[in-house]
């Protein structure tokens, strides 16, 4: 199945900045997934990234906020922009692997807190 | 009512117990994932299931369609299996909907 590098790990970072956040895959895929978690919460859809064309980002999210890039078939980037303490989450990209038994592989996540 | 629900929220365990974690949902589903997330946050995919049984190690998940019903088991637990597990389900829409996963400690 597909490894996904995902960088940074975590970050601490003052209100108003924004952050990038980084995801590597090690073969060619064409969907990626960028996920919140806040905290105590389950996963929620952020968008999913297709490479050549914009993001579709799911009810609630904007792009202006959470701009997307995804330059080739195994790199993308989310950026959480004008932070606030709202935005305190564990971020996390996956994608689909469609030959292997586990069906998604994820990414090792980033903690984010906004302070 | 959450679509995906699962229980317990929290569960503590003592090594070598034998462990089900419950997951119900109420909609049309491709299939249903288990997943396994460590205190850093990230997340390992454990099965992928639309019918039936699968096995792997001391995992094994079961699901019935038609009660809407999958289980997780762990055979005797240890505490590396410390984590929270979440069940996932790819509804009509091809997207993830997740549980709120539960919250798994074994004790040595």
New interface residues.
Partial sequence: SAVISQKP?RDICQRGTSLTIQCQVDSQVTMM?WYR?QPG?????IATANQGSEATYESGFVIDKFPISRPNLTFSTLTVSNMSPEDSS?Y?C?VENSRV???????????LTVV | KNEVEQSPQNLTAQEGEFITINCSYSVGISALHWLQQHPGGGIVSLFMLSSGKKKHGRLIATINIQEKHSSLHITASHPRDSAVYICAVLGDTDKLIFGTGTRLQVFP
């Fill in positions: 790990s997934f978690q919460q389950s996963l929620t859809l564990i996390l996956s038994r586990v069906g998604y592989t994820f990414g090792s996540g980033t903690r």
